[in-house]
């Protein structure tokens, strides 16, 4: 940091992990990751939904690599647990990691395959975040929670654990709902609530849309990015 004259972080969370590494804390800015908003606001998840034999059927998805730091054992484990409320809904997680063998392992053990889509790595994720009725993240750690974004672009009401900086991106009961890392019990209430409250769901989903177009956007990332190399410059 000596060559250095600001660090740009992305959630207070990562600034805070920062300072405790020795970074002082006039020497970072927090500016928030950006995403193409409209990308995921216009796309069709119509075909996505065709291709998983879904028809009308709930779909709640994880768009997250298959490491421990994403925990998506939490999200199979809670599938398990929605189907018993639920069991008209389809699940999808979309991603790859080392944990793609044992979590296939896991949904076979809680004899979920006829409801589960492990999809594996996608490129189309903007048409399968639109797809989704449900997106979740059940991170143990994250620095900002960029998926959450994306479905919130597109949407979507979201259900996340309430760590790092996925508490800077959801605003609880405005445009999700947060809940305790490490707990499928209550993930799967979040998921089964918003299931059954279509209309505060597609609130939420609303709402979230509007916060990405304000604050995260790639406008407002370049615009904050540029503002501080003007600062700098300056000075």
């Given amino acids: 940091t000596l060559l250095t004259d600001k660090i740009i972080a992305i959630s207070q969370a990562v600034a805070l992990s920062l300072i405790n590494e020795g970074v002082p804390p006039d020497q970072i800015r927090i500016i928030p990751n950006g995403i193409a908003v409209e990308e995921f606001a216009c796309c069709s998840g119509a075909a996505v939904r065709m291709e998983l034999g879904v028809g009308n059927r709930p779909l709640v998805g994880m768009v997250a690599r298959l490491v421990p730091e994403k925990a998506p054992q939490d999200f199979v484990q809670a599938a398990a647990l929605i189907k018993k409320k639920r069991p008209d809904t389809i699940f999808v997680l979309v991603g790859t990691g080392p944990l793609q063998t044992e979590l296939a392992e896991q949904i076979q053990t809680l004899g979920l395959m006829p409801e589960f889509r492990l999809l594996g790595y996608r490129r189309d994720v903007a048409a399968l975040t639109a797809a989704l009725d449900v997106a979740v993240l059940t991170s143990r750690w994250e620095g900002q929670g960029l998926v959450l ?52 769901a597609q609130m939420m989903g609303l709402a979230g849309q509007e916060l990405v177009r304000q604050e995260f956007s790639r406008e407002a990332m370049a615009r904050q990015t540029a503002e501080l190399y003007r600062e700098l410059v300056d000075s």
């Fill in 149 to 200: 974004l994306e479905a919130m672009a597109a949407g979507k009401p979201v259900v996340a654990t309430a760590v790092g900086g996925i508490t800077e991106v959801v605003k609880p009961e405005r445009t999700g709902l947060l809940v305790p890392a490490g707990d499928p019990v209550a993930i799967a209430q979040a998921v089964v609530r918003l299931l059954n409250n279509v209309k505060q």
